[in-house]
């Protein structure tokens, strides 16, 4: 009789092999679609994918575009939420975490549904189709708010008081208690919500279809426009590998890999 | 006191933010005019048309559905291969968990175009299959994420102490480990749901042609102009709104209140 | 100590080693634990102590050697198939289970034969589990020990530190263990609370009668508590003895150190039963070779104070502690401090006179007098060891040899060789090697592992990183443990001998 001998270790099997199969394999998949072609019903390998997406000014002006778009609408992420973070995170109140629930419940909430009701009340007020990139904005700052306030929050409440008495002690006025102590101990707050909101601003199209009125297209739309439209599956994983190079010089430049288990999308709050 | 007119002023102005389209729906939902801003009288007449709407019963059933299947097998999933990871020597825990991150690193069209590739390639492309698995893609890390860190709270000799006083590894797993990380689990499973309901990308490349959620139906309803002409939709998500933030208010609120117990003790 | 009847070992480690990513754990070591007794495992942190404690209890599979418990082979049973409970350092006990259902845990589980009768008059065993009942009266019996009665329904979290610990060891006694394992049951607790668990842990294990194998690194508790002790050290065994055995006669200078408070002296032997050290010779009862150098051993208890004209030694008093039964006293004997504990007290300055009886004097083996490493010659005058590069004189490899300016060793007898990539070993003395803590200025580094104080210097112990090779020395200096340093030795201190006879280079 073979004795199968249970080990915890072997726990991880079954994720390992899901891993390899529906994440890993299909990354590569991309690769290796972006870089052949199909002529005749065979698929070749070549880099016309590549030289035709930097030489196309109208997917380069997506991609500067996109970039601008994303640009913005973090910026006044956390042009709104630093503020608000800060006020909830130093306030007094003994319930401080139901008023943080007020801010980022959004978040569980279905987002298109979401993105619809915003729509609705553009429409009412007479800005929707005025100005698409104006609104996209706009949907991209509602729809990823909370995203940046929840990280700010988390970093500021956690921030020992202690700090800001020694600087005040050692005689910084306000001005400089918050530019030199307070600023820099929530970076990994900034840095963190940053991430949250940059990369699906270029990239979640339904928020740009529905309030630039199907009339933007951004990074993630192109990518669906060549898989859905265009049926060309080798431009759109050229352009799926670009948006990843994005994506690791974001995490570069921000550090994320340090910091591996951070808490996305706030599930410690269920 | 300048200042805290400010604070309260910001904090008002964001919440209007917030709300005002959510509840300029919920309010409109209670009038049968097929435009918002025009008010033709209190009625709950669209709720009746929603809910006699077959196609959209169906949809909803669909959506609930797939979350609970999908939240489901990624809690399984990823609670077996979080304690794996955990109990693993690093060689192996390193690139698990790094595997384990690029979903949700990853922009979702990207993981949502990986996926239709593979599929196609093994001609299950646009299936349930598919589909289950795509929203497992989404959901199962995030269920490692929230069992990890609650493996690393636990003692670990408790493991040990429970083999020590005859439990077999199985035993031991299931009566000591098991509900030390239950909390994590439950988090694991409710935020599997919530994203497996917000999702609509990875849905829209990997349904069945003739399958729709929530999500996939009113982005096309908008998409073709004929969101106006169901204002059913608008009771809709009327209900789902109220009904998510009374969800999520009830669990919260509770979840603290043990917490605050136990501290004042 | 007497070989013993195969009945009467209930354990026994046969050259067992654990090796955890190449590191060993736990080095050969061999032992037995006699059926009933009181055992300690004693030895400063990363010593083995507690994996070997693991490897009996079956959490850890050895790397190789044996393990038997009454003669059977259990070294790789798992933990929930053997006859042995353990206690945690941090008690581990369920944070989701109230104390009932934590001491119930392994009754719960457990199956025990039943014979019954059936019609037809014939006998049939059956495993059945413990009914609720008995496992209740057994919980109870168990909180009764441990004294905490009516403690049934409490949670886990709203025990204090101590009545958790009892908590643990009764969960691990119901279940009637043959071997109780304790891994350092009591370093979590307050000083005073210690004190009564030692006696209450004594007294359990009378009462109960079956085998405690004890894990620590307080030495005062290994010798309070223990029948016998195991001393151990880098995952090798150091001494096993009685507490008394283990006190009086050390067997090294580690032992001597790590048990109670001791002077540790250089000593020459002078003659048959005398040693010379502190500029004076004494009687003494251990014999070794004439002129060898060895460490000598002296309890400050064991030193008698007397006026100045009556002591074999005379000293400064340069201290005078209070501790509460008796004064520390410290003393300078020549360049040695000798630490003296006494009822009487004396004053900083005075000149006292110290007896020393001849029983009291325990010398031993020194463990190191040399350092020996095999290490090859990189280019002229440099050699490779320990991890390190060190300049060093060649030419004493051949009399009468010089260098050329090509850096070729040119021998007495005018022949000329390469000395490239030759085999050497290395000796350097206790004496030679010097520290720094400019990593750049010697030519090895390391982290301090060991220090011992010999009455005028410390003896050190460099460990380098890479292939944890050992520098051995002595230095007046006091460094601290886990000091990051560089290792300086002198070229003229590094001897070299070739390995073998070297082919000439024409």
Known sequence: MVKIHFSRKQLCIPYGLFLALFVVIPMLLILFYAFTETVDGTIRFSFANFLNFFTSTAKLSTLLMSFTIAIISTAICLLIAYPLAYILARSKFKKKNVLLMLFIMPMWINFVLRITALRELLDLIGLLGTDNYLNTIIGMVYDFLPFMILPLYTTLEKLDNSYLEAAADLGGNKFTVFTRVTFPLSMPGVISGITMVFMPSMTNYVVSDTLGNFNITILGKLIDQYFTTYDNWHMGSMISIILLVIIFLTMLLTGRFKDENRDARGANLW | MVKKILSITLCVLILVFIYAPILLLVVYSFTPSNVIGRWEGFSLALYGQLFRNTEIMQILFNTIWLALAAAALSTVLGTAGAIGIFYSRRKVAKPLQAASQIPVINAEIVTAISLALLFSAVLLYRTYFSLIIGHMVLCTPFVVLSVLPKLKQ???????????????????????????????????????????????????????????????????????????????????????????????????LRARKPAAKETSK | MAELKKSEKIIEIVNVSKIFDETAAVEDVNLYVRKGEFITFLGPSGCGKTTTLRMIAGFDIPTSGKILLNGKDITNLPPNKRPVNTVFQRYALFPHFNIYDNIAFGLKLKKIPVTYVNDKGETYTKLQKLTRKEIDEKVKNALAVVDLEGFEKRSVSTLSGGQQQRVAIARAIVNEPEILLLDEPLGALDLKMRKEMQIELKEMHRKLGITFIYVTHDQEEALTMSDTIVVMKDGRIQQIGTPTEIYNEPANAFVADFIGDSNILNGTMVDKFTVRFCNHNFQCVDDFEKNEKVDVVVRPEDIEMTDKENGMLSGRVISVVFKGVHYEITAMVGRSEMVIQSTQSRAVGDIIGMNIAPDNIHIMKKEFTVNKYDGYISKKNTVIFGDGKFDCDVTQLYPGSHLDEEGYLITADGEKIDLTDVDVTVEVGLQSIEISDNADEGGAQGHIVSLIYKGDHYQYIVRTEENEEDYVFDSEDLWNENDFVSVKIKPENIRLQLKQEMKQNG
């Open chain 2, 154 to 252: 636990m003692d670990s000799n408790t493991y040990e102490a429970a083999l020590d006083l005859g439990a077999s590894p199985a035993q031991a797993l299931f009566k000591v480990v098991v509900p030390q990380i239950f909390s994590g689990i439950l988090s694991g499973f409710m935020l599997s749901i919530t994203l497996s309901l917000d999702d609509y990308i990875v849905t829209a490349f990997t349904k069945p042609p003739m399958f729709d959620t929530i999500s996939t139906y009113v982005y096309n309803a908008v998409k073709n102009g004929t969101n106006s002409s169901t204002p059913a939709l608008r009771a809709l998500s009327a209900l789902i709104f109220v009904v998510m933030i009374a969800i999520i208010l009830i669990i919260n």
